[in-house]
């Protein structure tokens, strides 16, 4: 297992972004069921800044995705105009920094610390639900009104599964998945015919943060959107991506520690009362209600499948990757039923 010398690497970038103020110590806050690391920096001004360490993915992707951040953050209108926290810049650019050695190759940005409200409880009541899927609706609305603006970006649905068929033919694709190769396949043919039925592909897309959890946003008293961090997943696509951990926020189990990735919550009344009051802000059309599906697919043979070992420590991504394809592509088929949420919604 490579040894990573986090520290030294997040202070030589440091460094290279500011020599002038010196690191005093470095706090590692990462959580702990994820590889990707976060950390505390303080420096000899008592000045507080986070550094996000990465070696998932490219560079490039790496910086596309933190330049799309920075601008969102920076042209949300009120009330969402602090609710993400900002890249910082060097010379009117984000300042990123790139280490590359003869094993790793990883990558730092760094934020100003972002202020925290109240976190949710771990399971929500009635009241709770129906004012975090209106605050969801405006945010959502108003990230979709600035899709325009924001800087261009290559990510799309289509091109993952495309680097997941990509990745199966390879020595390391075949090692790691070989005995569910043709299921994996199977289910991504699924996934693209659907998409073409529902001509998804050609839906405007608009900024989504994926995964939504009570330990990575916070709210006022109120149950109004504060302030919301964890980037890891964020993407340009449809809307519906966010659906799936919201329906977990919302769910009778709520967050847990330890954890699976079933289909169940997004069919549980709960659910429904979330997006009843979604939709009566932003409202849903028919094809995005049958598409929940099928991001709820993406997201398993995206983020599991293909990153489950990049996003999860081993043990985690050993079990959900078994219960993928025991548990959650068959129950997908015989559990998801979109009649209850058209009748929710009057669709």
Known sequence: ????????????????????????SITDIS??????????????????VIAKFSYFGTYEDFVEDHSLINALANNLPEPFDNILSRSLLRKNEIFTYRHQDGLLDSWVVFYNPIRVAEKLPRILNESQIKLLGNEIAHFHQSCY??????????????????????????????????????????????????????KAYD?????????????????????????????????????VLDFYFLSRVCSTVGDRTIFSYLIDPIMEPRFLIFLKEYHSVYPLSRDEVLFIKEAYRFFILNYVVKYGHYFFHELYATKLQREAFELYFPNLETQFNPEPIFKALDL
């Open 1 to 24: 297992m490579m040894h990573i010398n986090f520290n030294s690497i997040v202070e030589a970038a440091w460094y290279a972004y500011d020599s002038s103020r010196a690191v005093q």
């Open 31 to 48: 959580a702990m069921v994820s590889t990707n690391h976060v950390f505390r920096l303080r420096l000899e001004d008592d000045t507080m």
């Open 203 to 239: 839906w405007d897309s608009t900024p989504v943060f994926v995964d939504w959890n009570i330990g990575n946003f916070s709210v006022t008293k109120e149950t109004k959107l504060f302030s919301r961090w964890d980037y890891d997943w964020f993407r340009m696509s449809s809307r």
């Open 145 to 198: 009104r600035l899709r325009n603006i924001l800087p261009d970006w290559s990510k799309t649905l289509k091109g993952d599964m495309l680097r997941l068929l990509s990745y199966l033919d390879t020595e390391d694709g075949q090692f790691r998945h070989g005995s569910t190769v043709d299921e994996i396949r199977r289910q991504v043919e699924l996934f693209d015919s659907n998409m073409e039925k529902l």
